[in-house]
T-cell receptor, first 113, second 115 residues
Framework: GENVEQHPSTLSVQEGDSAVIKCTYS??????FPWYKQELGKGPQLIID?????GEKKDQRIAVTLNKTAKHFSLHITETQPEDSAVYFC????????????FGKGTRLHILP | DTGVSQDPRHKITKRGQNVTFRCDPI?????LYWYRQTLGQGPEFLTY????????KSRLLSDRFSAERPKGSFSTLEIQRTEQGDSAMYLC?????????????FGPGTRLLVL
């Protein structure tokens, strides 16, 4: 089955700097890669997603890149703000099969003042 | 607020008791998923429904766990004879199974503590 690895587990960046979180997946059949943000006591919230037929997607300060050959995908947050502090999860799924999402273990992002 | 609601938000029970959680998905969503999340980990898939049919169950879902979605709307997850290892956040998500509508929207979760 699919396995998603995520690094780093903890990341501290100065406010205004960029943050990068990297993930790898194992199942070449995976074709949908969502990223979720989870704040304390809340459920995961989708922040951006990318399909396997696209190499890059951007939404304001957030961008995601996908390298299908290497089975790597990354989240980039620019101009970080205090409200970006949270746990971020990368994930993979196969839209043609069952949609169940396989999550990475998460990255706790701290934005330092 | 994603539109997915879960009840209760918190549950404390004693080992050996039965508990039941409810999930109300976004009204037009035909797929409903249950995940379990333990501290410091990502959510893990438990089971999912398309309308009222339960299509897949994870090996994580022991015989003590049962899920239903009787009318294809809300769903319940029951854990019988709870064990301390069942302590976790139980998350529900819903989606549309149509092309380009694959986003899963998560509820706030039910946090279970088994004493």
């Amino acid at each position: 089955g699919e396995n998603v690895e995520q690094h780093p587990s903890t990341l501290s960046v100065q406010e205004g700097d960029s943050a990068v979180i990297k993930c790898t997946y194992s199942d070449s059949a995976s074709n949908y890669f969502p990223w979720y943000k989870q704040e304390l006591g809340k459920g995961p919230q989708l922040i951006i997603d990318i399909r396997s037929n696209v190499g890059e997607k951007k939404d304001q300060r957030i961008a995601v890149t996908l390298n299908k050959t290497a089975k790597h995908f990354s989240l980039h947050i620019t101009e970080t703000q205090p409200e970006d502090s949270a746990v971020y999860f990368c994930a993979a799924s196969n839209r043609n099969r069952d949609d169940k999402i396989i999550f990475g273990k998460g990255t706790r992002l701290h934005i330092l003042p | 607020d994603t539109g997915v609601s879960q009840d209760p938000r918190h549950k404390i029970t004693k080992r050996g008791q039965n508990v039941t959680f409810r999930c109300d998905p976004i009204s037009e969503h035909n797929r409903l998923y249950w995940y379990r999340q333990t501290l410091g980990q990502g959510p893990e898939f438990l089971t999912y429904f398309q309308n009222e049919a339960q299509l897949e169950k994870s090996r994580l879902l022991s015989d003590r766990f049962s899920a239903e979605r009787p009318k294809g709307s809300f769903s319940t997850l029951e854990i019988q004879r709870t064990e301390q290892g069942d302590s976790a956040m139980y998350l529900c998500a819903s989606s549309l199974s149509y092309l380009d509508q694959e986003t899963q929207y998560f509820g706030p979760g039910t946090r279970l503590l088994v004493l």
